[in-house]
């Protein structure tokens, strides 16, 4: 069975730290790995990885996927206030007849002042 | 601007009642999906739609039901069948599994909670 697992589950830091946020992932026909942001409501887009080794950077954010050890990070430097979120990575795999997005149950990070 | 909108934001329904969440985009995406989101689960999905009049169960369809009658409207309706329904309820939509990588065009809507009484 497809699965994404992502860890730790919940996270509190100190604004300034750096974080690390893992997503590990057992599927079949692997096609890309997504990172989002769940602040309340919507999910936001962060990331799309397809290739390993390659850095995406935004900001503070950058993420890289591992596709011979099949897991990617997040990281956050400088962490701020406005970073505290629950953070949800997808893994897009072809199924039975489509492609689906199989979702971890996201790490919620807090960020205290 | 393009984007998803769900409403209502909250909803209340008695036990025994059927309810329905709208789901509306204005993106021209071909495909839509329904998710429910409970504390520690991330996401699960209930239904999606790649095409008007045509929808495929999710994972976790069991007393849920949809319609794609028009390619921008997703409607959920919660049915008395669905034994635990308090949670927060998420429509998403993208270009489609035919147009390439479609994880980029991917997007939510703000959410329904909806709460059992």
């Known amino acids: 069975e497809d699965k994404v697992v992502q860890s730790p589950l919940s996270l509190v830091v100190h604004e300034g730290d750096t974080v690390t946020l893992n997503c590990s992932y057992e599927v079949t026909n692997f096609r890309s790995l997504l990172w989002y942001k769940q602040e309340k409501k919507a999910p936001t887009f962060l990331f799309m990885l397809t290739s390993s080794g390659i850095e995406k950077k935004s900001g503070r954010l950058s993420s890289i996927l591992d596709k011979k050890e099949l897991f990617s990070i997040l990281n956050i430097t400088a962490t701020q206030t406005g970073d505290s979120a629950v953070y949800l990575c997808a893994v897009e795999a072809f199924g039975f007849s489509n492609y689906q997005l199989i979702w971890g149950a996201g790490t919620k990070l807090i960020i205290k002042p | 601007d393009g984007g998803i909108t769900q409403s209502p934001k909250y909803l209340f329904r008695k036990e025994g009642q059927n309810v329905t969440l709208s789901c509306e985009q204005n993106?021209?995406?071909?495909?839509m999906y329904w998710y429910r989101q409970d504390p520690g689960q991330g996401l699960r999905l209930i239904y999606y739609?790649?095409?008007?009049?045509d929808f495929q169960k999710g994972d976790i369809a069991e007393g849920y039901s949809v319609s794609r009658e028009k390619k921008e409207s997703f409607p959920l309706t919660v049915t008395s069948a669905q034994k635990n329904p308090t949670a927060f309820y998420l429509c998403?939509?993208?270009?489609?599994?035919?147009?390439?990588?479609w994880g980029y065009g991917y997007t939510f809507g703000s959410g329904t909670r909806l709460t059992v009484v």
């Open positions: 739609s790649q095409i008007v009049n």
């Open positions: 993106l021209n995406h071909d495909a």
């Open positions: 998403a939509s993208s270009p489609g599994q035919g147009r390439g990588l």
